[in-house]
């Protein structure tokens, strides 16, 4: 795999499904369809262009003796600059779509981690549906990349839909957990620099459905195909290995074929497709009907989904007698699949998708390719496709005696046929070509990227955090302020390792209030920025908040029950409001009572209640769950980061911050310390500076030599 630096390095995200680079299993499920084809052929396609150094292609890592081996080794080459990453993502079986929402901030941390171990910051993200899309927003935030976001489906469309075909609100919730994925869709909008559409209909009319529509910042670039792999039948095509399958079947092979290929989904509507064949004589006398609909080994052992669509088609097949001249295969291979457009071509047949809605419609421009003409339904992307490729018809894919006329008006007329075909083969290469759309999207995407770097513009900066080696994490009050000289001459240390050595601050102060100290001492926002004593982190230079922290920490936190409890102890004042957070309680202490700690600990134990009780400067209570703390955070970052704890030096002054100056980190007390500190005098690995305040950092930065090789490293740099 080329190192990124010799071209754009881009993230693509997409997690459902079985994704591989050979024989794709499409149609296996509802979650392994065009989506996977489409991100596989991209990841190719942009590898191929010289402006691309490397492509990550993320996805879900599945170990389940159900699925194949493939799709649990951790990395797959595609192309010599692309490769499929495999990540973890909750459980390790296969799961569906709709319950992997619990799981995409823990494949977020991975992502992190993988990008921290190629070690540049990707040029862009691209995710792709939903899922993709929850994961897109954490990690561009985090990273500080442009995001690039592709629909493929959208919730609110299919949430229409279904209330329209009568299923309850309920039902839909249930089954799809659709307020998750519309949520995730409506927070993409927000963020995204670019939005990749198929058709300029689902700009229009899809994506206006959301509160977050902003067509000034989608493009529509059609997907393109293998041209290699679908292109028309030769005078001398013999004998496809499919043809014998299919043959068996029927009793007049020779007649032209109606080819229908889609997964066996009701949204699909073969029933109808079967209807307007079954109850048309003419058109079964004229031609005879393929159905590839997925494969299947044992039907009642399918999902509730493609049971009742298979067992509905064979009932209908039986229903109408067609035995004889329709032809519905258990399996096909994916090789088999360009075979089956060409017989059809070859047998002057026709391909129809009569899905209720199409997004895009990829098989038609397969169809296309083939120089096989198309009827197709008029809801969605086909409409485009026709309109450039004229070589086919739409159809109302409710109407199914229409539907029936239709396909035996095309077949009837040869000259037309012939007019299609042709058609349709020169509008797939001219506007549905991989090479095009890969030019225009990169075209798009440089847009996005010249933007970002523009000072006029005030573009956010991207993170240090990825290329760091190490981290120098203080607090604030008494440790990083306290006397302006200092301070700038530690700023004026850091600068000189450029990117190599990431700032953090932890302190006990509130976000806001955190804000408004840094401008007023002119500190620079930080890498890292651990506030509430711990019980938030951010993601500096956008100020991300670490939701997965979030989610750690409220273990057995009853914030309201503490209150309660804590409301008879002498001596306590509950601090204001704005101090207060969800998972922080703060109190003012009168210093010249004291207080009993132990006593507070046993009382809470008693009552079953768990707190990480804070005691510092002999004035301030805080209250946290029993996860969240200073020492806490700090290790969590490091172990979401991928950053070696012996790498991060940390600096404080008070009893909020002995946690995180104790373990495996290079400890510092500056020389300003409150006493609750004196104790760790005790401890060997603890350094405690003679300087006061940022002074104080400065002396135990050249006493750890914390700066040193890393200012070496960049001056080596400057130097070549």
Same mark, same amino acid.
């Given at each position: 795999?080329?190192?990124?630096?010799?071209?754009?390095?881009?993230?693509?995200?997409?997690?459902?499904?079985?994704?591989?680079?050979?024989?794709?299993?499409?149609?296996?499920?509802?979650?392994?369809?065009?989506?996977?084809?489409?991100?596989?052929?991209?990841?190719?396609?942009?590898?191929?262009?010289?402006?691309?150094?490397?492509?990550?292609?993320?996805?879900?890592?599945?170990?389940?003796?159900?699925?194949?081996?493939?799709?649990?080794?951790?990395?797959?080459?595609?192309?010599?600059?692309?490769?499929?990453?495999?990540?973890?993502?909750?459980?390790?079986?296969?799961?569906?779509?709709?319950?992997?929402?619990?799981?995409?901030?823990?494949?977020?941390?991975?992502?992190?981690?993988?990008?921290?171990?190629?070690?540049?910051?990707?040029?862009?993200?691209?995710?792709?549906?939903?899922?993709?899309?929850?994961?897109?927003?954490?990690?561009?935030?985090?990273?500080?990349?442009?995001?690039?976001?592709?629909?493929?489906?959208?919730?609110?469309?299919?949430?229409?839909?279904?209330?329209?075909?009568?299923?309850?609100?309920?039902?839909?919730?249930?089954?799809?957990?659709?307020?998750?994925?519309?949520?995730?869709?409506?927070?993409?909008?927000?963020?995204?620099?670019?939005?990749?559409?198929?058709?300029?209909?689902?700009?229009?009319?899809?994506?206006?459905?959301?509160?977050?529509?902003?067509?000034?910042?989608?493009?529509?670039?059609?997907?393109?195909?293998?041209?290699?792999?679908?292109?028309?039948?030769?005078?001398?095509?013999?004998?496809?290995?499919i043809e014998q399958e299919i043959n068996r079947f029927l009793s007049y092979p020779r007649k032209p074929l109606i080819l229908a290929l889609s997964r066996p989904d009701a949204r699909k509507n073969i029933s109808t497709l079967i209807r307007a064949y079954g109850?048309?004589?003419?058109?079964?006398?004229?031609?005879?009907?393929?159905?590839?609909?997925?494969?299947?080994?044992?039907?009642?052992?399918?999902?509730?989904?493609?049971?009742?669509?298979?067992?509905?088609?064979?009932?209908?097949?039986?229903?109408?007698?067609?035995?004889?001249?329709?032809?519905?295969?258990?399996?096909?291979?994916?090789?088999?699949?360009?075979?089956?457009?060409?017989?059809?071509?070859?047998?002057?047949?026709?391909?129809?998708?009569?899905?209720?809605?199409?997004?895009?419609?990829?098989?038609?421009?397969?169809?296309?390719?083939?120089?096989?003409?198309?009827?197709?339904?008029?809801?969605?992307?086909?409409?485009?496709?026709?309109?450039?490729?004229?070589?086919?018809?739409?159809?109302?894919?409710?109407?199914?005696?229409?539907?029936?006329?239709?396909?035996?008006?095309?077949?009837?007329?040869?000259?037309?046929?012939?007019?299609?075909?042709?058609?349709?083969?020169?509008?797939?290469?001219?506007?549905?070509?991989?090479?095009?759309?890969?030019?225009?999207?990169?075209?798009?995407?440089?847009?996005?990227?010249?933007?970002?770097k523009k000072p006029r513009l005030q573009a956010k900066k991207k993170s240090r955090l990825p290329v760091s080696e190490k981290v120098l994490i203080c607090d604030i009050d008494n440790t990083l302020t306290g006397d302006g000289e200092g301070l700038r001459s530690?700023?004026?240390?850091?600068?000189?390792?450029?990117?190599?050595?990431?700032?953090?601050?932890?302190?006990?102060?509130?976000?806001?209030?955190?804000?408004?100290?840094?401008?007023?001492?002119?500190?620079?926002?930080?890498?890292?920025?651990?506030t509430g004593v711990g019980s938030q982190i951010f993601y500096g230079p956008n100020l991300v908040e670490d939701q997965s922290w979030q989610q750690h920490i409220r273990y057995r936190w009853k914030r309201e029950s503490i209150l309660k409890a804590m409301a #008879? %102890? @002498?001596?306590?004042?509950?601090?204001?409001?704005?101090?207060? =957070?969800?998972?922080? *309680?703060? !109190?003012?202490?009168? $210093?010249?009572?004291?207080? #009993? %700690? @132990?006593?507070?600990?046993?009382?809470?134990?008693?009552?079953? =209640?768990?707190?990480? *009780?804070? !005691?510092?400067?002999? $004035?301030?209570?805080?209250?946290?769950?029993?996860?969240?703390?200073?020492?806490?955070?700090?290790?969590?970052?490091?172990?979401?980061?991928?950053?070696?704890?012996?790498?991060?030096?940390?600096?404080?002054?008070?009893?909020?911050?002995?946690?995180?100056?104790?373990?495996?980190?290079?400890?510092?007390?500056?020389?300003?310390?409150?006493?609750?500190?004196?104790?760790?005098?005790?401890?060997?690995?603890?350094?405690?500076?003679?300087?006061?305040?940022?002074?104080?950092?400065?002396?135990?930065?050249?006493?750890?030599?914390?700066?040193?090789?890393?200012?070496?490293?960049?001056?080596?740099?400057?130097?070549?």
């Amino acid at each position: 795999m080329n190192q990124p630096d010799d071209g754009l390095y881009i993230v693509l995200i997409s997690l459902h499904g079985l994704i591989r680079g050979h024989e794709l299993e499409l149609g296996r499920d509802a979650d392994t369809g065009g989506q996977i084809k489409y991100v596989i052929e991209l990841a190719r396609a942009l590898a191929e262009n010289p402006q691309v150094g490397r492509v990550d292609l993320l996805t879900r890592k599945v170990i389940d003796p159900k699925v194949e081996q493939d799709y649990s080794e951790p990395l797959e080459c595609l192309a010599p600059r692309a490769q499929i990453v495999r990540l973890t993502c909750g459980p390790r079986r296969y799961l569906r779509k709709e319950v992997l929402w619990p799981y995409l901030g823990s494949f977020a941390d991975y992502a992190l981690q993988h990008i921290r171990r190629i070690g540049r910051l990707p040029d862009i993200i691209h995710s792709h549906y939903a899922d993709a899309a929850y994961v897109g927003v954490r990690l561009a935030g985090l990273l500080g990349v442009p995001l690039v976001h592709t629909g493929h489906s959208l919730g609110r469309v299919k949430r229409h839909r279904l209330l329209e075909g009568g299923t309850k609100e309920e039902s839909i919730e249930t089954r799809y957990n659709m307020s998750q994925r519309i949520e995730a869709e409506e927070q993409v909008l927000s963020t995204a620099a670019l939005v990749v559409a198929s058709t300029q209909q689902e700009v229009d009319e899809q994506y206006a459905l959301y509160d977050n529509y902003h067509p000034k910042r989608m493009v529509v670039i059609p997907p393109g195909t293998d041209l290699e792999r679908f292109h028309p039948p030769s005078r001398f095509w013999r004998n496809a290995p499919i043809e014998q399958e299919i043959n068996r079947f029927l009793s007049y092979p020779r007649k032209p074929l109606i080819l229908a290929l889609s997964r066996p989904d009701a949204r699909k509507n073969i029933s109808t497709l079967i209807r307007a064949y079954g109850e048309n004589p003419a058109l079964r006398q004229k031609a005879n009907l393929i159905l590839i609909a997925g494969n299947r080994d044992d039907i009642d052992t399918m999902e509730k989904g493609p049971r009742t669509v298979l067992k509905e088609i064979l009932l209908l097949i039986d229903y109408y007698d067609l035995y004889g001249s329709i032809a519905y295969p258990k399996h096909h291979e994916v090789d088999d699949v360009p075979d089956l457009y060409r017989l059809a071509a070859r047998s002057k047949g026709i391909f129809i998708n009569p899905a209720l809605t199409e997004p895009f419609g990829l098989t038609l421009i397969e169809a296309a390719a083939s120089s096989l003409p198309v009827i197709a339904t008029h809801d969605g992307g086909p409409r485009e496709i026709l309109e450039h490729c004229k070589n086919g018809r739409l159809i109302d894919p409710l109407d199914a005696d229409r539907m029936g006329k239709m396909l035996l008006e095309s077949l009837s007329d040869r000259n037309r046929w012939h007019r299609w075909a042709k058609n349709g083969l020169k509008g797939a290469q001219q506007y549905y070509s991989w090479p095009g759309h890969v030019t225009k999207y990169l075209r798009e995407v440089g847009k996005v990227i010249r933007k970002t770097k523009k000072p006029r513009l005030q573009a956010k900066k991207k993170s240090r955090l990825p290329v760091s080696e190490k981290v120098l994490i203080c607090d604030i009050d008494n440790t990083l302020t306290g006397d302006g000289e200092g301070l700038r001459s530690l700023f004026e240390s850091l600068k000189g390792t450029g990117t190599k050595i990431g700032f953090g601050i932890a302190t006990g102060r509130n976000f806001a209030s955190t804000l408004k100290v840094l401008k007023k001492w002119g500190i620079p926002l930080p890498d890292l920025l651990i506030t509430g004593v711990g019980s938030q982190i951010f993601y500096g230079p956008n100020l991300v908040e670490d939701q997965s922290w979030q989610q750690h920490i409220r273990y057995r936190w009853k914030r309201e029950s503490i209150l309660k409890a804590m409301a #008879d %102890i @002498p001596n306590l004042r509950l601090q204001p409001p704005s101090e207060q =957070l969800p998972c922080k *309680i703060s !109190y003012d202490v009168d $210093a010249e009572k004291g207080l #009993d %700690i @132990p006593a507070i600990a046993r009382h809470l134990r008693q009552l079953d =209640l768990s707190a990480n *009780i804070i !005691y510092s400067y002999q $004035a301030y209570l805080d209250l946290l769950p029993v996860r969240a703390s200073k020492g806490s955070a700090v290790r969590f970052f490091c172990d979401k980061w991928g950053i070696l704890l012996e790498h991060l030096l940390v600096v404080g002054d008070s009893g909020s911050d002995e946690e995180m100056l104790s373990g495996n980190t290079l400890g510092a007390v500056v020389g300003n310390y409150s006493p609750e500190l004196e104790h760790l005098r005790k401890d060997s690995s603890i350094y405690f500076a003679q300087a006061h305040h940022a002074w104080g950092i400065l002396e135990a930065l050249e006493h750890y030599g914390f700066l040193e090789q890393e200012k070496a490293v960049v001056a080596k740099e400057k130097a070549l």
